[in-house]
Every structure is written in C-alpha cells, then in structure tokens.
C-alpha cells in the first residue's frame, strides 16, 4: 500500500513515519511539507520516498491509497477534504480542525466520498486506556457517575509567539491541543455518551504579556517575541452527559508549580486514576475494607497500534473507534466549552 505523509514535523517523525515503516503492508512514497528542505530531510533520513511542497501533487497519483496529514491545525480541513474527494484515505491528526464547522465539513467530505477518515486521537489504541474501558464495560465500577479530568502543567506554554498560541492556526490552547486526548479518552471509555450541556471558562493569562512571561518549560520554542499570544492558558468547565458529569481542569500554565496529568474515573462500586499515559489504580472496597490495587501488564505502543489499525481497516473496511463519526462528538464539546466562555452562559444540546 503506498502512502504519504504530509507535514513533516515533530509528530510524522516521531509517531506516524516510525509506525509506517515497521508495518510490512506499507510503502512510504511521498514525504511532503511546503519547506522543501524537510521534505528533503525525510527522503534522505528514512532512504525511501519522494519529496514535494505542493500536496497538490499526491493528489493526482492514482497508486496513492492513503494519507497521514500531520500539519498545522489551519489546513486539516481542507488538505483533508481535498484528499478524500481525490479517492483518498485519511488518517488527520488531532484535533480533527480548528472549529466543530471546520469538523462537519471534513464529516461531509468522508460521507460523500465513502474513503475512510480517522482522526489522531491516539489513546484509544493505548492499552490502559482499553483496560479501564473494559472495567467499564464490564461493570466493575458500577455507575461511573462522575470523571473528574486534570492536565495542568506548570509554565509550560509552548513555542510562546509562534503556531500554538496563534488562534487563527491552532484554533485554540490548552483546550484544543491537550483536552482534546483528555475528554476523548472519557468519552471513549465512557461509551461515548451524549452531551447534553456544557458551560466553561477558558483563561488567557500568563502569557498574555510575552516578554515578561517566565516559564518552565518551552517545548516547540523558542519564543517568538514579536510573534501572536491570543489563546487560552487555562481552562475550566462542566459537561453534563447522557452518562457521567464530566468536570476539568487544564492548563499549559499555571502559577501552581505542580504537574497533574490524569483523569478519575468515579463509579458506585470502584473508582480508577489514569496517570495519563502510563498505569492506573484500582480503589474499592471489599470485605468490609478499602482495597486499592495497580494492575500490571505490558504497555504498547498506540502509535503503532494506530496506524496498524488504520492500514487493516483500509483493507477490510472495518469502522474503528477513532472514525470522524465518533471523534466529532469531542470537537462539538470543545467548540460548546469556547462558546460558553465567550457568551458566560450554558451552552445546551437538548
């Protein structure tokens, strides 16, 4: 099968291009950014593939079957839309887009086209993740009423000035770029209830003023003084659903030096932590005392298991979990969170 990889960044090379090149069904055949120096670098580091700077180009090739799109969030919908209209397969990374509108064009495009169109959201291919949703499922922890969700970080805005803390590029901060794994991994372990009401504030900071802004950590830096800051930093917010209350809090940065990355999982019979990325605790009572336990096992790895998932789906045809159907349901929510923040009221579904 010969694919593409458009956007040559962080995340082609360490996630998408390692996964396609272990996966024997696969031949890399384009590598494709708009500098045409990384372009080239991935053609010379990997030793397959061609390089170009007009994705245009992928477009017309009729031995192209699929596409990982791994660019900025400005230009997934339309790299996408124009990719399934050309008989394409996409696999787009997270969020689908920069608005819940931008997501439905996308939605359209995949049912108009009939090519598959997943989107990036990793984790429900992580093998904690599958765990805690078969306890779910299972009914070990009863009626998880509520999930509590927390990934804050400590002064930790990245590449202040540049992509991410543009909202005409990112759509977005720490909602958009770290919630979105967040809320997906409740929705999907949830069985992805129906929301019904949102209500959220999001907060723009610490980083408002850049030259003054001392951070931690700049992870995509260095800063960009003379570059864009107007997303949010911080967010906070309640989401009533057909299933559990869901309430959070995030933020790439805040005046509070401790990193909490993890979501509660809160049911009548048990309760979970997720230490995102990592293991999970089991907490319940049994016998008349409190027991907590950690299960072991060997953790995988999602990326791979994500792009092996997407080639398999492509030869049979099979739906998966992270198919733009379901992940439209968190880009509805997140686009509900900014509004309710903008307007200071409910923002209700019903």
């Known amino acids: 099968m010969k694919v593409a990889i458009v956007g040559c960044g962080t995340i082609a090379h360490s996630a998408h291009i390692p996964a396609y090149l272990k996966n024997e069904k696969v031949e890399i055949k384009y590598f494709c950014d708009h500098r045409p120096a990384r372009a080239q670098a991935a053609v010379e580091k990997y030793g397959c593939g061609i390089a170009v700077t007009d994705y245009r180009d992928i477009l017309r090739d009729e031995e192209v079957q699929a596409v990982s799109v ?25 969020p689908a887009a ?16 009939g090519k598959i169109l997943n989107i990036g959201v990793v984790n429900r291919f992580n093998t904690s993740v ?15 009423h509520h999930v509590y969700v927390s990934f804050r970080s400590h002064r930790s805005i ?17 909602l958009i770029d770290w ?38 950590e700049m992870w995509a ?31 790439w940065a805040q005046n509070i030096a401790e990193r909490e990355m993890f979501i509660d999982f809160m049911g009548d019979k048990a ?11 089991v907490y319940t009572a049994e016998n008349g005392g409190l027991v907590q336990y950690k299960p072991e096992f060997t953790m995988g790895n999602h990326f791979e298991e994500e792009i092996n998932a997407f080639v398999d789906c492509i030869e049979t045809g099979e739906k998966l979990p992270s198919h733009i159907d379901t992940v439209i349901i968190t880009a509805r929510i997140m686009q509900a969170i900014y509004d309710s923040a903008e307007e200071h009221r409910e923002i209700s579904f019903v």
């Open 70 to 94: 791994c660019t900025p969030n400005d230009v997934h919908a339309p790299i996408t839309i124009d990719f399934l209209h050309a008989g394409k397969h996409v696999l787009c990374e997270k």
């Open 98 to 113: 920069r608005t819940y509108r931008e997501a439905l064009q996308m939605q359209q495009a995949q049912h108009a086209s």
């Open 130 to 144: 599958n765990m805690i949703k078969q306890y779910i499922d299972d009914g070990k922890l009863g009626e998880v």
């Open 158 to 174: 990245p590449g202040l000035g540049g992509a991410f803390t543009t909202k005409a590029i990112s759509g977005g901060g720490a």
């Open 179 to 216: 919630g979105v794994h967040f809320l997906d991994i409740v929705m999907y372990c949830c069985g992805d209830p129906a929301p019904r009401t949102v209500t959220g504030e999001v907060f723009s900071k610490l980083g408002r003023d850049m030259k003054a802004y001392t951070y931690k």
């Open 221 to 251: 830096g260095p800063p960009k003084y003379d570059g864009i800051y107007d997303v949010d930093d911080s967010v906070t917010g309640m989401i009533r659903t057909d299933g559990p209350v869901i309430t959070f809090n995030g933020a």
């Open 271 to 281: 309760g979970i932590r997720l230490q995102y990325g990592s293991d999970f605790t």
